[in-house]
Nanobody
Framework: VQVLESGGGLVQAGGSLRLSCAAS????????MGWYRQATDKGRVLVAV???????NYPQSTEGRFTISRDNAKNTVYLQMNSLKPEDTAVYYC???????????WGQGTQVTVSS
């Protein structure tokens, strides 16, 4: 399994960005794909997750501003980030997880920087 992110970059506060993440080598099983982020000197925290049935979940910090969606035909998930804040600045990591397997597969990360 390989996970590859794209998107990210520098945006002003209040702006928007869209991240994409494609997974390859995955099977047809029920699975989760989503995003975590890690700010400098902080731990990795959940941003959004969506299962292959289309059910999504968000933590309070991103709900209402971020939207995750997926195209199962392309094994791709998207993260639309609106009303960005400087505290959203972090490296964003995409992941894939088959709950029948112990391992999570991660992308290499993409930097999102929000200037004030």
């Amino acid at each position: 399994v390989q996970v590859l992110e794209s998107g990210g970059g520098l945006v002003q506060a209040g702006g928007s960005l869209r991240l994409s993440c494609a997974a390859s080598g995955i099977g047809p099983n029920f699975n989760y794909m989503g995003w975590y982020r890690q700010a400098t000197d902080k731990g990795r925290v959940l941003v959004a997750v969506i299962d292959s049935g289309g059910t999504s979940n968000y933590p309070q910090s991103t709900e209402g501003r971020f939207t995750i969606s997926r195209d199962n035909a392309k094994n791709t998930v998207y993260l639309q980030m609106n009303s960005l804040k400087p505290e959203d600045t972090a490296v964003y990591y995409c992941y894939y997880h088959d709950p029948l397997e112990p391992q999570m597969f991660w992308g290499q990360g993409t930097q999102v920087t929000v200037s004030s």
